[in-house]
């Protein structure tokens, strides 16, 4: 079973091996009537978001916090959306923008949501953080290649070289998180890192449909080595934060 901690190349016995030291080292970053939500980060970019309620850690979320920045998407919702199974997990449906206009949807969820609940009730537009958290990333050299190799990589779907599909958004039986996309982008830059455990994981950044967006994968989950240009095919799962949330402060 493959694990959303994965992504950041830290395994689950790892993360129960060091959750402590690192709860300890995390910083509270906001508050609501739920509790406190932490972060912990470190220089590799790994981070974790703790939601803790009566002092314990209820709900984890991996993270990705590079020290040049996130890319940022052009977003406007108008409404919060609850998860069912995790107060902590909600987020928002997104009408994406580029330069104004609506170019594709997707549901991304929020990294600290219920501080941003309330605020999310109000129709805006507004910059956002996205880091697409990928389980599978396959690597084409080209846009031939792309079209010959991946036209039915993901349940008989053809993506164009920019595909962009929210499949969390169409899956009505909820079997995947809702967060959940399948998309393509040229890839513009590429790292391998090495989290403070020893667990290595990837880290590319995609020009794709929405605009530039950080990708993280874990390391097996690249059968090659990228390449600056080539094209990648992603299927991920979307956890973002406005770059500012309520009252204007970081989130």
Same mark, same amino acid.
Request: some cysteine.
């Given at each position: 079973?493959?694990?959303?901690? $994965?992504?950041?190349?830290?395994?689950? =016995?790892? %993360?129960? @091996?060091?959750? %402590?030291?690192?709860?300890?080292?995390? &910083?509270?970053?906001?508050?609501?009537?739920?509790?406190?939500?932490?972060?912990?980060? $470190?220089?590799?970019?790994?981070?974790?978001?703790?939601?803790?309620?009566?002092?314990?850690?209820?709900? &984890?979320?991996? %993270?990705?916090?590079?020290?040049?920045?996130?890319?940022?998407?052009?977003?406007?919702?108008?409404?919060?959306? @609850? =998860?069912?199974?995790?107060?902590?997990? !909600? !987020?928002? @449906?997104?009408?994406?923008?580029?330069?104004?206009?609506?170019?594709? +949807?997707?549901?991304?969820?929020?990294?600290?949501?219920?501080?941003? +609940?309330?605020?999310?009730?109000?129709?805006?537009?507004?910059?956002?953080?996205?880091?697409?958290?990928?389980? +599978?990333?396959?690597?084409? *050299?080209?846009? $031939?290649? %792309?079209?010959? @190799?991946?036209?039915?990589?993901?349940?008989?779907?053809?993506?164009?070289?920019?595909?962009?599909?929210?499949?969390?958004?169409? =899956?009505?039986?909820?079997?995947?998180? *809702?967060? #959940? &996309?399948?998309?393509?982008?040229?890839?513009?830059?590429?790292?391998?890192? +090495?989290?403070?455990?020893? !667990? =290595?994981?990837?880290?590319?950044?995609?020009?794709?449909?929405? #605009?530039?967006? $950080?990708?993280?994968?874990?390391?097996?989950?690249?059968?090659?080595?990228? #390449?600056?240009?080539?094209?990648?095919? &992603?299927?991920?799962?979307?956890?973002?934060?406005?770059?500012?949330?309520?009252?204007?402060?970081?989130?």
């Amino acid at each position: 079973m493959i694990s959303p901690l $994965d992504a950041i190349g830290l395994s689950e =016995d790892q %993360f129960e @091996d060091c959750k %402590f030291t690192i709860t300890e080292q995390a &910083v509270v970053e906001a508050e609501s009537a739920t509790g406190l939500h932490l972060r912990w980060t $470190d220089t590799s970019g790994t981070s974790l978001a703790f939601h803790v309620a009566d002092r314990m850690v209820v709900c &984890v979320n991996p %993270f990705f916090d590079p020290w040049m920045g996130l890319s940022r998407w052009q977003v406007s919702t108008s409404e919060p959306s @609850d =998860d069912e199974n995790c107060a902590h997990c !909600g !987020g928002a @449906d997104c009408d994406i923008l580029v330069d104004g206009e609506l170019i594709t +949807r997707a549901f991304v969820q929020w990294l600290h949501y219920q501080p941003c +609940r309330q605020w999310l009730e109000q129709e805006r537009t507004y910059d956002l953080e996205v880091v697409a958290i990928a389980e +599978r990333v396959e690597i084409h *050299a080209d846009e $031939d290649a %792309f079209r010959r @190799d991946a036209s039915t990589s993901h349940s008989g779907l053809r993506l164009a070289p920019d595909g962009f599909i929210p499949v969390g958004m169409l =899956d009505w039986e909820r079997k995947g998180p *809702a967060a #959940g &996309v399948l998309m393509a982008g040229r890839v513009t830059s590429f790292a391998r890192l +090495r989290n403070p455990f020893g !667990g =290595d994981f990837w880290h590319l950044r995609l020009q794709a449909l929405p #605009g530039l967006t $950080d990708v993280v994968a874990p390391e097996y989950g690249l059968q090659e080595e990228p #390449g600056i240009g080539q094209i990648a095919l &992603v299927q991920a799962w979307l956890i973002g934060r406005p770059v500012h949330g309520p009252g204007q402060e970081r989130l």
